[in-house]
């Protein structure tokens, strides 16, 4: 089995493996940290974002095209284009070799266009239906922010390898080159890619070219996530991607099919693993109190789906509680409308306690009833004539995009941002929250990091691991040493890193690794005509043996064993003339020397010696013929050397041999 590591972020997975001549790609998640060497992109003129100085190199290196492509902000520098975004690395695999696809959730197939429209892919995609539709939704926003304010120019000499190297970007990882940089795909393209995903339901056995079948599991963490679940009649591989063990609106993770795998591969956990989330949830809400009871506004930039249903079940009942239920909180984004509308009819996807609510029948989410009493208010854009009418000061807004470079969050830090009291709470860990303000800087508004993440930490990911046993480990060579982040260098190492008593394989971004398992067996079907033929024989206590001949078939990588048919066997003497059959019967069993002397004699032969080379070798010479007898029980084989005119006697001893071995 060979692995393939096309992503180098442990957050965005994007992995290959190739098993019983398969290739499956595990996600296809498009790395969106690389966003942040980019400006912001905004709704209207902004003089801070023009006035900013193009980038004065060094000395040692200066180069005229980066004229007006590179801006400085307080010692940082930004491109001045429309974002790109890191693709895996897909020149290293043919993409016409894989065979399918298999999603994990939404949040890990915003790759997927660039796969099925761009590359010459042609095998299968599959995904639980939240992810197929949360997926359409996420790529629908994030190419409505990107398309709703297009930058005037494209920036490209920035690209060029030569110049490339000598830019000092803060968030672009050493492996990373300008050539897997993509802009976003078009809502075209999203449209036909989505046409070529195969919904499946959580246990649904999905079989490819006979030879291996896989299947979802819930992951826990958001609607319809999935660890998949590969299997061959012998052998069992086991993808582990953003799980959680928490208690959420999301039906538990399932341990059990993970169990006693081959093969274990684990990607996506938590960002923020030194932390809880509970304890961080409360420090969310009292944030919010305290910048509302001060006469601030609070501006929560987010993801339009999964965690925001929690901090607004959670946020709406502190606020009752705190005499603070008249602060309007307002959702905008091109999907806002959908993905609340959404999760309140995926009930079958949702915690137990979720579905129970959804029959009573009452909506699964408490939001469902806030937007119906006008508590929550949605909106497409700022610029909705609906949402100027509704909009009124102090109050909450979520909106996006997390990462700070475009969508409606650009203005309201614009907005808002000078003014002490406001506050900016940022939840999201995979962008740093340093390094996502850094081009709005000098800023005055209040800045909160509080990063909320559901998903496996070290110490839950090292438990399930030593529960579920498997014989082999992948994951990112990040995993394999203590978290880096300051607040955890207190902690112990398993508390920061992944230690398993299995054999482990790290790797790196376009690593291949060559697996230890092979598959030894397959599984053959017998036919029972052939099976109803067959006798056995002990041949000690407790233990019988059979022969058995037939037919082998093959088909679709099935193999069934038949009977040898008399129709058979003449088309087999008319094709093949000069060969022969099988027999139907075989010998076995340990020669007894002194019964062989006895038929020996039996039949006539005089003058025989037994020579014995130690307890496994032996030679009888027949003087009286002047022929030799040799046999080798630790070989199994026996010679009979004779003269070519004493053939007949060649075929008596072998006779003689037969009757001291058992047929069967």
Not at 154 to 165: D, E, G, S, V, Y
Not at 555 to 562: A, H, P
Not at 632 to 660: F, P, Y
Request: charged share 20%; proline share 7%; glycine share 4%.
């Amino acid at each position: 089995m060979k692995f393939i590591s096309l992503s180098g972020n442990p957050n965005y997975p994007c992995n290959v493996i190739k098993f019983k001549s398969t290739h499956i790609m595990l996600d296809c998640a498009l790395d969106s940290t690389t966003v942040l060497s980019f400006l912001p992109m905004t709704l209207v003129h902004s003089n801070h974002f023009n006035s900013l100085p193009s980038w004065n190199a060094t000395k040692e290196f200066t180069d005229p095209l980066l004229e007006n492509e590179i801006k400085e902000c307080l010692g940082k520098i930004f491109v001045d284009s429309a974002p790109e975004f890191c693709l895996p690395e897909f020149s290293c695999i043919d993409m016409k070799n894989i065979d399918v696809i298999l999603i994990s959730n939404y949040r890990s197939m915003l790759a997927l266009p660039f796969i099925t429209e761009r590359s010459d892919f042609s095998g299968f995609v599959y995904a639980t239906e939240p992810s197929m539709n949360l997926g359409r939704l996420f790529m629908e926003e994030l190419v409505t922010y990107i398309e709703r304010n297009p930058k005037l120019k494209r920036a490209t000499a920035w690209k060029n390898l030569n110049i490339f190297q000598h830019l000092p970007f803060p968030c672009f990882p050493d492996s990373i080159l300008p050539t897997v940089l993509e802009n976003i795909y078009s809502m075209d393209e999203i449209s036909s890619c989505l046409s070529k995903v195969k919904p499946v339901a959580f246990s649904e056995k999905i079989c490819i070219f006979g030879s291996l079948h896989w299947y979802p599991v819930s992951t826990g963490y958001c609607l319809g996530s999935s660890n998949w679940i590969i299997e061959s009649a012998h052998e069992k591989i086991v993808n582990i991607s953003s799980s959680s063990t928490y208690t959420t609106h999301i039906r538990p993770m399932d341990h059990a099919p993970l169990k006693n795998a081959d093969l274990v591969i684990l990607t996506s956990l938590s960002l923020a693993p030194t932390t809880n989330p509970n304890t961080r949830l409360n420090e969310f809400c009292d944030h919010v109190e305290k910048t509302l009871k001060s006469g601030g506004n609070v501006l929560i930039p987010c993801y339009s789906s999964g965690k925001i249903y929690d901090l607004f079940e959670c946020l709406n009942a502190h606020l009752d509680s705190v005499s603070l239920g008249g602060i309007p909180i307002f959702f905008i984004s091109p999907i806002a409308e959908h993905s609340l509308a959404y999760s309140n009819i995926m009930a079958e996807w949702l915690s137990e306690l979720k579905q129970n609510r959804a029959f009573i029948p009452e909506e699964p989410f408490p939001h469902g009833q806030l937007v119906k009493n006008g508590r929550i208010k949605h909106f497409v854009s700022l610029s909705e004539e609906s949402f100027n009418n509704e909009f009124r000061m102090p109050c909450i807004v979520f909106t996006g995009h997390p990462s700070l470079r475009f969508g409606d969050v650009v203005h309201f830090i614009e907005l808002w941002g000078s003014n002490p009291t406001n506050m900016i709470l940022m939840t999201e860990p995979e962008f740093p929250c340093l390094e996502a303000l850094s081009p709005y800087q000098p800023l005055s508004m209040k800045i909160i990091y509080c990063p909320i993440d559901t998903r496996l930490t070290f110490i839950q990911a090292n438990k399930i691991i030593r529960d579920i046993k498997p014989k082999n480990l992948v994951l990112p060579y990040q995993y394999t040493r203590p978290f880096s982040q300051a607040e955890s260098h207190n902690k112990q190492p398993f508390e920061t890193m992944i230690e398993a008593d299995c054999k482990m394989f790290p790797y790196h971004r376009k690593e291949t690794i060559k697996l230890p398992i092979e598959c030894k067996y397959e599984r053959l079907l017998v036919d029972s005509e052939l099976i109803s033929s067959l006798t056995t024989h002990e041949i000690a206590d407790g233990i019988k043996i059979t022969t058995i001949t037939g037919i082998l078939e093959a088909k679709d990588n099935k193999f069934r064993l038949g009977p040898i048919t008399k129709s058979y066997r003449n088309e087999f003497r008319s094709q093949m003339p000069t060969r022969t059959l099988p027999p139907n019967k075989y010998l076995i069993g340990m020669i007894d020397m002194n019964e062989l002397l006895r038929l020996l004699a039996h039949q006539g032969y005089l003058d025989i010696v037994l020579n014995k080379f130690g307890d496994k070798r032996f030679r009888i010479e027949i003087r009286s013929k002047g022929i030799t007898i040799d046999i080798d029980d630790e070989t199994k084989s026996i010679m009979i050397t004779a003269e070519d005119w004493q053939n007949d006697c060649r075929l008596a001893i072998r006779k003689l041999l037969a009757k001291c071995l058992i047929e069967i």
